[in-house]
């Protein structure tokens, strides 16, 4: 018996040695391994790579043209890998404000910690959390103010592009000349708004595309009529001279209208931001009469009901004011 054992312990090492399947599975697995092992190399080295050109163009963002250095890096490369920061980014691009999502968002966060400490103290502790509710709203209303004053500014530009546009095409210059030579000459916003058309188109995108894009970011109805004018131009290959400068006239009268149509209404917008500040100071100036008032008010059920109805109905006069005093030109 123990000489047995070891004759065919060998015997089977023999017959796995001789089977050519056995051997083929054998190179398999170690091939299989090699490769695994190859990949899992390649996958890091690849994501060492990435990693080092996302922290050399975070980099590149916090040292900016104006010199100024950008705070809270990680908090904004940690925000711009969601789709909440995605999006946040593309507002304040459109906003045109040298921020980052990572400080406006631990601005926020900061004004939202102020309010509501200041409202708790001032007020009640039943005020905090609305206070913080409107600081998050004030946020992105402001960013909504910013991005549409920016449209403001470019539409008032559109005139001086349109009559750049056609002096440059009179002249023989083609259109994407001509769109680099008005992004030169005018000034932010429009002049920024054209670089990146011009570097767009410069990279290979169509001109459908590049002002598509545009109009995407600063929605407005002169600048659709611009747009889709260029557009069609380009398609046809018509002249586009007498279009531009049919249009540049155009845009001067409209933008006389809207400027007259403002001045007619800022007294109604006055009234919409008076409306809802009336509410506060009758809440300071009743809790300044009488101290702890706003306190054993909201102590109770209903006292804090009639609290949240009463901002609600605050934010809806403040809504159907705005929204009377809207008048597209």
């Known amino acids: 018996m123990t000489g047995w054992a070891p004759t065919t312990a060998a015997g089977g090492l023999t017959a796995a040695t001789t089977n050519p399947l056995a051997l083929l599975a054998i190179g398999a697995t170690l091939l299989c391994g090699l490769l695994a092992i190859a990949g899992v190399r390649t996958y890091a080295a690849g994501r060492a790579q990435r990693q080092a050109v996302v922290d050399r163009l975070a980099d590149e963002r916090a040292l900016p043209s104006s010199g100024r ?15 909440f920061g995605r999006r946040l980014a593309l507002r304040l691009a459109a906003t045109g404000l040298d921020t980052t999502p990572g400080e406006f968002f631990v601005g926020m966060l900061a004004a939202v910690a102020v309010l509501w400490v200041v409202a708790q103290a001032t007020l009640a502790p039943f005020f905090g959390p609305i206070a913080a509710l409107v600081a998050v709203w004030a946020a992105f209303a402001f960013l909504n103010w910013q991005r549409q004053k ?10 001086e592009l349109s009559r750049i546009l056609a002096n440059a095409t009179q002249a023989g210059l083609a259109l ?20 990146k058309v011009s570097d767009k188109l410069a990279v290979g995108h169509s001109v459908d595309e590049a002002l598509g894009e545009l109009a995407e970011r600063l929605p407005s109805r002169e600048l659709v009529v611009l747009v889709t004018t260029l ?35 800022s007294q109604v917008v006055v009234t919409a931001y008076v409306v809802p500040l009336l509410g506060i100071g009758t809440l300071l100036l009743m809790n300044r009469i009488a101290p702890g008032a706003i306190d054993r008010m909201t102590s109770s059920f209903l006292g804090q009901l009639a609290v949240v109805v009463a901002f609600a109905l605050y934010g809806l006069g403040f ?4 929204r009377l005093s809207k008048i597209d030109v």
């Open 319 to 322: 809504f159907f004011i705005r």
């Open 150 to 159: 920016r449209i403001e500014r470019f539409i008032n530009q559109l005139p």
């Open 231 to 265: 557009v069609l131009s380009n398609r046809a290959g018509g002249t586009v001279v007498g279009s531009l400068r049919n249009l540049t006239t155009t845009l001067e009268e409209r933008k006389e209208t809207r400027r007259e149509v403002r001045t007619q209404l």
């Open 176 to 195: 994407r000349t001509a769109l680099g030579m008005a992004a030169e000459e005018l000034e932010a916003p429009a002049g920024e708004e054209l670089a």
């Open 69 to 83: 250095r950008r705070r809270f890096p990680s908090v904004d490369r940690t925000l711009r890998a969601t789709r």
